[in-house]
């Protein structure tokens, strides 16, 4: 019964290619998130939906394209990979301010 | 322009000691902070929160203080357990952002036997 799910845990491309990430929660919140956490170990937040309504939308280069196909999913498109997208992508929900976290997709990009 | 910032990368203590975690923020409209721990290969979880109405929160070993006037908060753990071994993250909310979170780099505690 994971409350926040995400897949894969771990993607390992070449650069240039396109792949997705899926988030999944399971708590009926309203609100979702993705967040990426680099090599310096910050956790930046990318964007949030809010029962499928973008809410949030920090400087992230556009080829970062969050799809939410219902308030329970939020799944996070990258286009053309490049070696600084490479970093550990968290997905969240919540319930007013307390966020509650996915286990993370390890990104590499060869 | 860290606007939340843990200056201690890591702090090592013994079981059954205190442990206190700190975190210094800049930006005054902060008024709601939370606390979150994670363990390696692991999402961060949530630990404890504490609005800028009070300084004080406490739940069980874990208390969090808030010192507005310093923009300080710190965390708390009495007594410190090798479970506690993890990493731990400051964040800090502003009402009216839509729930956006600014996280702290984070401090690893290690809690030795």
């Known amino acids: 019964d994971t409350a926040v799910s995400q897949t894969p845990k771990y993607l390992v491309t070449q650069m240039g290619n396109d792949k997705s990430i899926k988030c999944e929660q399971n708590?009926?919140?309203?609100?979702m998130y993705w967040y990426k956490q680099d090599s310096k170990k910050f956790l930046k937040i990318m964007f949030s939906y809010n029962n499928k309504e973008l809410i949030i939308n920090e400087t992230v280069p556009n080829r970062f394209s969050p799809k939410s196909p219902d308030k329970a999913h939020l799944n996070l498109h990258i286009n053309s990979l490049e070696l600084g997208d490479s970093a550990v992508y968290f997905c969240a929900s919540s319930i007013q301010e307390t966020q509650y976290f996915g286990p993370g997709t390890r990104l590499l990009v060869l | 322009d860290q606007q939340v910032k843990q200056n201690s990368p890591s702090l090592s203590v013994q079981e059954g000691r205190i442990s206190i975690l700190n975190c210094d923020y800049t930006n005054s409209m902060f008024d709601y902070f939370l606390w979150y721990k994670k363990y390696p290969a692991e999402g961060p979880t949530f630990l404890i929160s504490?609005?800028?109405?009070?300084d004080k929160n406490e739940d069980g070993r874990f208390t969090v203080f808030l010192n507005k006037s310093a923009k300080h908060l710190s965390l708390h753990i009495v007594p410190s357990q090798p479970g506690d071994s993890a990493v731990y993250f400051c964040?800090?909310?502003?009402?009216?952002?839509?729930?956006?979170?600014?996280f702290g780099k984070g401090t690893l505690l290690t809690v030795n036997p």
């Open positions: 504490i609005s800028s109405i009070k």
């Open positions: 708590l009926g919140h309203d609100t």
């Open positions: 964040a800090a909310d502003t009402q009216g952002s839509n729930y956006k979170l600014t």
